[in-house]
C-alpha cells in the first residue's frame, strides 16, 4: 500500500524533529510527549518517538516507549539503548558495563526517522545537561548538544509549583545561549490550583505552548487523545489559543 501524502504544516506549527527535555526528572516528559505526539496525529501528520536512553528498566516499570504507546499510538516508537539503573544513560552503561550512546549514531537514527515522518519527537532523560553518552572522542555529550547538532526546536518540561521559575529560566537560558529556540509546557497543572501555581503561570506565559492536567497519564487512551489538543497552542497542533480563557476554565 502506498504510503499517504504528507500534510503540509500550516505556518507556526512544530514539524520535523523536535526534542523534549525538563526542568528536571520526573516533571511529565513522557506524558507531554505522549500528547504531542496525540494532537499532531489528530491533525494528520505522521509522527514517530524516539527514545535516545532508556534507563531504570530493572525496576519493571513500563518503559517510556510503551507509556507513549498505550497513550498516543504514534505511527512509530523506537527506544535506541535500554540500561537496568535508574540513571542518567552514560551512567548507566557504565554501571552495566554495555556499550554508551554514541552522539551521532543518535543522530543518524533520529534523521533517518525525519526522512519518514512529518514529525520526530526525542524524548530526553533528566535535565538538559544530563550525559547521554559519549562522542567519537571519548568526551560526554548532553541533550543540549543534540539540540545543536540537530538545529532542532526543543520543548521544556516544566513544573507548576514552587521553584520552576528558575529552573526553567536557566535551562531556556542555556538553549538561548546556544541558539536553540525553544518553548514550555507545563507538565501537571493540578485540580486545585493555589496562588503560587497561578503567579508562575502569568510569569511563565510568553513562553508557554501547552499545559496538561495532573494525572493525564493515567487516562483511558482514547480520552486523552480526545483531549489532548485541548491542552496544546496550535503551534503543538492543538487548540489553545486563548490562555485567558484557558485560566478561566482551570479555575
Not at 496525529?41 to 518503559?63: C, D, F, H, M
Not at 518540561?157 to 546556544?178: D, I, K, Q
Not at 496538561?212 to 503551534?235: E, H, I, N
Request: proline fraction near 8%; charge should be negative; aromatic fraction near 4%.
Amino acid at each position: 500500500m502506498q504510503a499517504a501524502p504528507r500534510r503540509t504544516p500550516e505556518h507556526g506549527e512544530w514539524h520535523g524533529i523536535v526534542l523534549v527535555t525538563g526542568t528536571d526528572t520526573e516533571v511529565g516528559k513522557t506524558i507531554t510527549t505522549a500528547a504531542v505526539a496525540a494532537a499532531a496525529q489528530a491533525a494528520g501528520l505522521r509522527v514517530a518517538v524516539l527514545k535516545p536512553g532508556q534507563t531504570g528498566t530493572i525496576t519493571g516499570a513500563p518503559t517510556d516507549a510503551e507509556v507513549i504507546t498505550r497513550l498516543a499510538g504514534p505511527d512509530t516508537v523506537k527506544t535506541l539503548a535500554e540500561y537496568p539503573e535508574p540513571l542518567a544513560p552514560l551512567a548507566a552503561a557504565k554501571v552495566a558495563e554495555l556499550p554508551p550512546l554514541e552522539l551521532f549514531d543518535v543522530v543518524d537514527a533520529i534523521r533517518a526517522e525525519a526522512d519518514k515522518h512529518d514529525l520526530v519527537l526525542v524524548e530526553g532523560a533528566g535535565g538538559l545537561l544530563v550525559p547521554m553518552g559519549v562522542r567519537p572522542s571519548g568526551e560526554a555529550w548532553t541533550f543540549a548538544d543534540l539540540a545543536t547538532t540537530l538545529a532542532a526546536n526543543v520543548l521544556v518540561v516544566a513544573r507548576a509549583g514552587l521553584g520552576t521559575l528558575n529552573h526553567t529560566a536557566l535551562t531556556l537560558e542555556a538553549l538561548s545561549r546556544r541558539g536553540v529556540r525553544a518553548r514550555v509546557i507545563l507538565g501537571a497543572w493540578p485540580a486545585d490550583p493555589e496562588l503560587v501555581h497561578w503567579a508562575n503561570l502569568s510569569e511563565l506565559v510568553p513562553h508557554l505552548v501547552g499545559a496538561l492536567p495532573a494525572g493525564a497519564g493515567s487516562m483511558d487512551p482514547g480520552v486523552f487523545r480526545r483531549s489532548a489538543p485541548g491542552w496544546l497552542t496550535p503551534a503543538l497542533h492543538g487548540v489553545l489559543d486563548n490562555w485567558r480563557v484557558w485560566a478561566e476554565e482551570a479555575g
